[in-house]
């Protein structure tokens, strides 16, 4: 299994630039997430899906969309970048089981906003 | 809001050494909580993942414990190696799983020959 694939590794884009990052799983997980890495700051929460054709808003939303048509597919898009969404960016996902979903991510994708 | 805390943001061992991570979070009300491995420009591996009504999970040299009601876990590994040497991520779900995780910053663990 290739688990949780993310594309690009990683992109550099000009100010008010627009790209979509891609993210795969192959698991049939129910769960899929989006959170930036910056340094100092940790992982926060960007949006989440709890299955197809239902998003919703983590803790650091603005500048960001997403949608869910498929279960393995997640992409987040970028409409017009700014510096400050310069960060290392993964995706997640988990089943939705009764239990505890253990949470896989993807390897990032580094994005610099120049 | 749940935050999560993680002491010390760095530690320095001799190879060998027995050693403890530590975890808090401000919110008992959680599903479960997973401890995450980074090692430098990589992404995250899981190493263990507790549910909130266990107090414990093991994985080899690893031990991992949850005390939900004080909000509080715990990282031990035995015998640390050079390979060990890497972030160590605590986080923390509820929501039953479903709204995404609350991460600490992380301990940055250097584990010396």
């Known amino acids: 299994n290739a688990g949780v694939t993310q594309t690009p590794k990683f992109q550099v884009l000009k100010t008010g630039q627009s790209m979509t990052l891609q993210c795969a799983q192959d698991?049939?997980?129910?769960?899929m997430s989006w959170y930036r890495q910056d340094p100092g700051m940790g992982l926060r929460l960007i949006h989440y899906?709890?299955?197809?054709?239902?998003?919703d808003q983590g803790e650091v939303p603005n500048g960001y969309n997403v949608s869910r048509s498929t279960t393995e597919d997640f992409p987040l898009r970028l409409l017009s970048a700014a510096p400050s969404q310069t960060s290392v960016y993964f995706c997640?996902?988990?089943?939705?089981?009764?239990?505890?979903?253990?949470?896989?991510f993807g390897q990032g994708t580094r994005l610099t906003v120049v | 809001k749940q935050e999560v805390t993680q002491i010390p943001a760095a530690l320095s061992v001799p190879e060998g050494e027995n050693l403890v991570l530590n975890c808090s979070f401000t919110?008992?009300?959680?599903?479960?909580l997973q401890w995450f491995r980074q090692d430098p420009g990589k992404g995250l591996t899981s190493l263990l993942l507790?549910?909130?009504?266990?107090r414990e999970q093991t994985s080899g040299r690893l031990n991992a414990s949850l005390d939900k009601s004080s909000g509080r876990s715990t990282l031990y590994i035995a015998a640390s190696q050079p390979g060990d040497s890497a972030t160590y991520l605590c986080?923390?779900?509820?929501?039953?799983?479903?709204?995404?995780?609350?991460f600490g910053k992380g301990t940055h663990l250097i584990i010396q020959p």
């Open positions: 986080a923390v779900t509820s929501g039953g799983g479903a709204d995404g995780l609350t």
């Open positions: 919110d008992s009300a959680i599903y479960n």
């Open positions: 899906s709890v299955g197809a054709g239902i998003t």
């Open positions: 507790i549910q909130s009504s266990q």
């Open positions: 997640a996902s988990s089943f939705r089981q009764k239990g505890a979903p253990e949470a896989f």
């Open positions: 698991m049939n997980h129910e769960y």
